[in-house]
């Protein structure tokens, strides 16, 4: 079993008050052994704990701590040891990254830790008998799943894995004791569409509460996806599945009050069907797997035009993907008329993953960069700040200060235009 470790201590923490550092690792508590950062979670919720522990030097070190309620003991952890991937989907969109990217971005994660904890989808299919004894336990829901098909056999040629478990195998017992899910099914033409799909939305629909909400995603290919074999998804076929999902969203609210399964947005953008307004996704369940992100940004303008101030004349360049880029003149036009701006929208291609890869989130710095080039004639540029990691770095590993510097007009990151022109 990996140590926890310590990566840092709150300044005026409970910790540092008990002369936990950086390194110390954490061995039990309350005679329960801590294995990984979900234990350190859940074990450390009693307000009485009594924890074994081992400073960097070596010394093993007792601590008894009466913790008020609600009060954090100000430990983060070293980032936990990630459980990889079984499987090969063809469609994987980690064997479709170009070559030459940093490392972390290679990593398969399947992790159901990583499910509960960051909403990751994962799929299941590696779970051993302590860890469906743990989610139990440790009521790890909702938990983000690929199920992709409930077929077994299907499955198993999705995943690329003869050995795949049934995936209704894994999810009856789990929603048995309470924990839930949301799903996503990624579509393979000829594969887990038509018959399979209504199966298998079928199987979910009988899991009853237990299933949250179900994704459609149409599969993504990149021009490095060296392991599909399979055909792409094309209009008619994108338009069939969202008469699907129609047909069973209809359902589930006349039976459930809830619309259920949703398109992705790229869904709709390539059947060239208009997509749903906010009301549509109710709790924007699965924004993060691109379900109802342009709804949002929509909400999101929408809620900060009250906000915003005059820039009369002023020339603003958008950049955005090409996927977005026939959506942007709407959405903007609410902002050109409240602030007296002109904006521009300036659809990038991506020529690091190729022309199929056409979301803004995964632009490069360089692409950007070369876009605005010599763009004098604009005011201000905004750029989309989900395209920026945490770290202030693009996918292709440009600084997003580097490009603010060397443009020759003020860059913004922007995640919905509102929150610079306020
Ligand atoms: S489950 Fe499939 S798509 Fe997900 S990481 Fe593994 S191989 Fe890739």
């Known amino acids: 079993m990996p140590a926890v470790r310590v990566a840092s201590v709150e300044r005026g923490s409970i910790a540092a008050a008990l002369g936990i550092m950086p390194g110390t690792e954490l061995v039990s508590v309350n005679g329960r052994r801590v ?26 070190v007792v601590y008894e701590v009466e913790r008020p309620e609600g009060e954090s003991l100000g430990v983060e952890l070293e980032p936990p040891t990630v459980r990889q991937c079984a499987n090969r989907c063809e469609f994987c969109f980690i064997e479709g990254l170009p070559p030459g990217l940093r490392k972390p971005l290679y990593l398969r994660d399947d992790d159901y830790r990583l499910s509960f904890a960051y909403g990751n989808f994962a799929t299941l299919s590696n779970l051993k008998e302590a860890d ?39 999810l009856v017992p789990l929603a048995k004791g309470g924990i839930q899910f949301h799903c996503q099914m990624v579509i393979v033409p000829g594969i887990n569409d038509g018959e399979v799909l209504e199966r298998s939305l079928a199987d979910l629909w009988a899991l009853s509460e237990s299933v949250i909400s179900v994704a ?59 997509l749903p307004d906010a009301a549509h996704y109710g709790d924007f369940d699965q924004i993060e797997n691109g379900v109802g992100a342009v709804a949002k940004l929509r909400q999101r303008v929408g809620d900060g035009m009250t906000g915003l101030t005059r820039r009369e004349g002023a020339r603003i360049g958008v950049v955005t993907g090409t996927a977005m880029a026939p959506l942007m003149g709407d959405i903007i036009a ?14 990038v291609a991506n020529s ?47 600084r997003f200060d580097e490009i603010r510097d060397s443009s020759p007009v003020p860059v913004h990151a922007s995640y919905d235009f509102v929150d610079v022109l306020a």
């Open 132 to 170: 469906r004894r743990r989610i139990l336990e440790y009521r790890l829901s909702p938990l983000y799943v690929s199920v992709h098909a409930t077929p077994l056999d299907v499955r198993r040629v999705l995943l690329n894995n003869p050995k795949a478990p049934d995936v209704l195998g894994e």
């Open 334 to 347: 609410p902002i050109a008329r409240r602030t007296g701006a002109r904006f521009e929208v300036i659809a």
């Open 352 to 398: 690091l993953f190729g022309p199929t890869t056409t979301t803004a989130g995964l632009l490069p710095g360089g692409d950007i960069l070369h876009a605005l080039a010599g763009r004098t004639d604009l005011d201000l540029v905004l750029i989309p700040a989900e395209s920026i990691n945490d770290r202030g770095l693009f996918i292709d590993e440009r």
């Open 216 to 274: 459609i995603v149409p599969v993504g290919l990149t021009q490095f996806s060296h392991l599909y074999t399979g055909r792409s998804m094309d209009r008619g076929m994108a338009g069939e599945l969202l008469g699907v999902t129609g047909r069973w969203s209809a359902r589930a609210r006349s039976e459930r009050g809830t619309n259920w399964v949703f398109g992705s947005d790229e869904l709709y953008l390539l059947a060239g069907e208009t």
């Open 35 to 60: 294995g990984d950062f979900l234990d350190w979670e859940f074990l450390t919720a009693d307000e009485e704990l009594l924890i074994e522990a081992r400073q960097p030097d070596g010394e093993a």
